[in-house]
């Protein structure tokens, strides 16, 4: 049987569950590793800075901001532009 892409392809709602499981967990324990430089930290040990229009958060060896998050109106945007991985540990 020779599957065509088009037909495994799902939309975003396939992995809402998956999502939902994945952002309940404990991020303050999750290493980040800096796109820019390689380092890897825990979410914990990075440099926060909250007096902006939103959370910037930044590689604590390389200043790359790593995270942007804002929050309003009920809703969240989450960039992860210089973030490589999240690796996300259940406990």
Known sequence: MNMRMADMTLDGNAIGGLLREIFTMEVTNAEATCAGC???NAVGRVE???HAPG???RCPACQQVLMRIVRGEGRYWLDLTGTRTLELVET
């Open 38 to 40: 390689g380092a890897v």
């Open 48 to 50: 926060v800075y909250v």
């Open 55 to 57: 959370t910037v958060v």
